[in-house]
Structure formats: C-alpha cells, structure tokens
C-alpha cells in the first residue's frame, strides 16, 4: 500500500473516512457504555468494577473530547487543509498508521485499570501530536494565519491531554478537570470559527439562488473578533480554574457576541433545508451554553457541567455531525441533500443537549433518568448517521458523469 491519495481502496482515500466513521460508531459505543455503566451502578446490590482506571466522570469527558471529538477533528483537518492549501491529501498507508494511533488510545484507555500508567499514557498522547505534524506539513504549503491558528488547536489540545494523564500519574493533583473544561471550549472556539466561516457562507449560496431581493447573510469583522476573543480568554480562565464573577462577565461577552453573530446569518429563510438548519441550530446552542455557562457563574442558578453539557452536546455535538454529514456527501459526489432520518439524527442529538442540561435541574429527583433518556437521544442520533453514512464512507464515490440509461 502506497500513499498516492488517486490509488487507495476508497475507506482510505481521505481523511474523512475512516475518523467520520469511527467517530459516529464511537460516539455510540462510549455513551453507550457510560450510560449501562451508571445504569448497573445504580442498581442496589450490584457493583461493577470498571476496566478504566481514574475517576469515571473523567474518563467518560475524556473520550468524548479526545475520543469522540478528535476523530472528528482528525477527518476534517486532513480532509480541509488540502481543500485549503492544494497541499497532497493524507492517504494510504499514512492515514491508515493515524487512525491505528486513534484506535491505540482508545483501547489504552477503555482497559487502562489493567495496564501501566505510562502505556496508557504513550498510546493515547501519541495520536494527537502526528496530526498536527501532518496538519502543519499540509498548511506550510500556503502558510496563512488564518488556517495555522487550527495548528495552535491542536498543541494546545495536546497539552491538555498530558495535563489530564499527569493527574492519572500522580504527577499533578487537580489539572485533569479544569484541562477537560478547557478542551470543551477550545472546540467550541474551533466550531464558532469554522461555524463562522461555513454557515453564512453556505446559506449565502443557497439564498442567492431565490433571486435577487432575497436578504443575505451578513458578517461583521468587528463582532467576529469580540466573539472569537472573548471565547479565548473563557478557555484560558477554565484552565487557569478562575471561576464567579470574571468567568461570568467574559462568558456574556462571548454569548452576546455569538448570538449577535447568528442573528446576522439569516437561519430562518433555512427552515426547508436540514443540512442548512443544522448548521445555524448548532451555532445557536454556542450562544445559549455561553449564556448558560455565564449565568452559572453569576449566580449559581445553574450547574457548570449542566452548561458545559448544552455546549458540548448541543454545539460541539451537532455542529460535527452537521459538518461530517455534508462533509461526506460532497466529497463523494453525492448532491448536497440528507434523507429524513438524518434530520431526525440532528433533532435527536439537539433534543439530548436539552434533556441532559435542563433536566438535572427541573427534575432533580430524577437525575439518573434524565442521564439515561439524554444517552439514549444521543446514541439514537449517532446510530442513525453511522448505519445511514457507513455505506457512503465505505463505499466509491459516485461517478463524476454517470451514464445515461
């Protein structure tokens, strides 16, 4: 197997394939598991010993971020720079040692109770930092801020990642949780900054088509600084774990700046259009965790982790399956249309952000069952985009010129 992207098996033809496929069986498999996990521990009598070493609340934001997250990640970068920078795409042999490192980890840590600290430790760090070797090597053919600041992401991701495994080591004592709060919103940053690129972007190009009087998208370089600067500075407060009235302040800031941003974007001429509203109800759960997240500090209404949930379900959650869905069929030839199962997948996973950041707190005499409905929403979503995508993933795009019948 050689790594000429025009004479690969097509599962490794592009970097979308394999890491859109693993992330939406992933992000089955983990919630799965985390919720029959809690499911069997909160039955009386019985106790289940897990195979995961360190706190179980760690290990089910780890893989959500660093499993679930930075397969998505990992598909869209090596499937974007090229698109980008007409640097050679990642394939072959290449992409298929990348995505072993993904599966390495992944395994590390489901069995991490039975292996040493420092095993754990190498597989799951290893893959992360061979992406952004590969991404830099991709965005140094057409160096431009713009797109190197993705190359910042991912080593700031990476330092992160040896944060949370320095606790798990007894090196550190108190960094895993605020690096895991710090990571939610680094990728939260990463979706307000595509997000900003691709959803006016692509409803402009829809709308054009409706004639000439039809209102367009707009954007504003100053709000896009404000709201991009002040969701910066909220990762760095969560890393450096000030919280209460600071926290607060920059987090209405981002919400404001963020909601004010969509308001521009025209999300309500998409409502016909699923692969359009996706994107803009996405974006929207951005504004709303932020908001969420600054009254949390402010007043204690609400729960950090019940507005860290509606921003890494909600925004982070259905911004990737949006993207990966229309990701998947334009790079395979496919007309840029999803069938109705897979709306009903973007309802879904906005539904289990809903349930599992309000329900807590509405219905707090039923907490674990708003955990388990909230799990049960999500892995119906991603089970619907992983059974209806799989094929197209899997399978050869459709010809540039099909034959006439």
Do not use: C
């Not at 592009?14 to 598991?33: K, N």
């Not at 660093?66 to 598909?75: D, E, I, K, T």
């Not at 969560?238 to 969509?262: D, F, N």
């Not at 025209?266 to 965790?289: D, E, K, N, V």
């Amino acid at each position: 197997m050689n790594s000429d992207p025009d004479r690969q098996v097509p599962f490794l033809s592009y970097g979308f394939r394999p890491f859109f496929l693993f992330a939406g069986l992933y992000a089955v498999l983990a919630i799965a598991a985390w919720t029959g996990w809690l499911a069997l521990h909160d039955m009386p009598g019985v106790w289940i010993t897990p195979t995961f070493a360190g706190p179980p609340q760690q290990w089910h934001a780890h893989e959500m971020i660093f499993g679930f997250g930075m397969a998505v990640v990992s598909g869209f970068m090596l499937t974007a720079v090229p698109s980008w920078t007409g640097a050679r795409r990642i394939a072959g042999t290449p992409l298929l040692l990348l995505a072993l490192l993904w599966l390495a980890g992944r395994a590390a840590i489901w069995f991490s109770a039975f292996l040493p600290p420092i095993v754990v430790a190498i597989a799951d760090l290893a893959h992360l930092p061979v992406l952004a070797v590969m991404v830099l090597g991709g965005l140094m053919v057409r160096p431009a801020p713009r797109n190197l600041v993705f190359f910042v992401f991912l080593a700031l991701l990476t330092v992160a990642n040896v944060m949370i495994h320095a606790e798990w080591w007894d090196f550190t004592s108190d960094t895993a949780s605020p690096a895991l709060d710090a990571a939610v919103l680094l990728l939260a940053l990463m979706v307000a900054i595509i997000g900003g690129r691709v959803v006016p972007a692509f409803t402009r190009n829809v709308l054009v088509m409706r004639g000439p009087s039809t209102a367009l998208p707009r954007s504003f370089a100053w709000l896009d600084r404000v709201s991009l600067a002040s969701l910066a500075i909220l990762a760095g407060l969560a890393a450096a774990q000030i919280e209460g009235p600071p926290t607060a302040l920059v987090a209405g800031v981002a919400a404001a700046g963020h909601l004010g941003r969509l308001s521009f974007w025209r999300g309500m001429a998409t409502g016909g259009a699923p692969i359009l509203w996706s994107l803009h109800l996405a974006y929207l759960f951005l504004g709303l965790g932020l908001a969420a997240l600054a009254l949390a500090h402010a007043t204690g209404m609400l729960a950090v982790s019940a507005a860290l949930h509606l921003l890494a379900i909600g925004a982070i959650g259905g911004m990737t399956l949006a993207m990966m869905t229309r990701a998947a069929l334009g790079h395979t030839g496919r007309p840029l249309r999803v069938v109705r199962p897979i709306a009903g997948a973007y309802a879904l996973v906005a539904l289990a952000a809903l349930v599992r950041a309000l329900g807590v707190d509405l219905l707090p005499g039923h907490y674990m069952a708003v955990i388990y409905v909230a799990g049960i929403l999500w892995v119906a979503g991603f089970g619907i985009f992983s059974a209806v995508y799989a094929p197209i993933l899997v399978g050869p795009p459709l010809p540039k010129n099909p034959p006439s019948a």
